[in-house]
């Protein structure tokens, strides 16, 4: 890893949120310290640079970001799934399945993926006795005429666990 130590750094080191608002709000005069703090040794200053770049809506650093999911930091790799709300691509959907499946960053992670397939309905869902599946929107299911031609997505449960309903003859009241 680079050493990223540069003006931006130091700006963390005194304060982390202003360091952050402050390169945000004036991005074209900060945007090389803030891509070269990617590198930095210091996970603080790595997890400020992907904040920045997510409140200055830089989508450019796009593939520097994606590297850094697999950041030793969990603040860090947390602040990569952060900017991937709104910086999703349809090739992250595999590093961001894998991530539900290692169980890191579960409810980030899922965010990420609900938002790239469109925010039609939750992607993670548990039950009470710690199940965990994903959900999977299906549609258009129904077509209308007129205007309004499709009802929206109805998410479809995706489980290896089958549904027992107990028959008529079972039941009693």
């Known amino acids: 890893m680079g050493t990223g130590d540069n003006s931006f750094s130091h700006f963390v080191a005194s ?16 945007e090389a ?47 990569a799934l952060e900017y991937l709300f709104d910086f999703a691509r349809p090739e992250d959907a595999p590093v961001l399945l894998a991530l539900l499946r290692e169980k890191d960053h579960l409810f980030l992670a899922s965010e990420a993926l609900n938002r790239l397939c469109g925010g039609v309905g939750p992607v993670l869902d548990s039950d009470p006795g710690g199940h965990i599946a994903l959900v999977e929107a299906m549609g258009p299911n129904v ?31």
């Open 15 to 30: 304060d982390w949120a202003s360091a952050v608002r402050e390169a945000a709000a004036k991005f074209a005069e900060w």
């Open 33 to 79: 310290n803030v891509m070269d703090s990617l590198n930095s040794a210091n996970p603080e200053v790595r997890s400020a640079a992907i904040a920045t770049l997510n409140e200055a809506g830089c989508a450019a650093a796009h593939d520097s970001v994606v590297r850094l999911l697999k950041d030793e930091n969990p603040e860090v790799r947390a602040e």
């Open 143 to 173: 077509s209308w005429p007129g205007d309004c031609d499709a009802q929206a997505p109805v998410p479809r449960l995706q489980s290896a666990r089958i549904l027992a309903v107990p028959s008529a003859l079972n039941s009693s009241l």
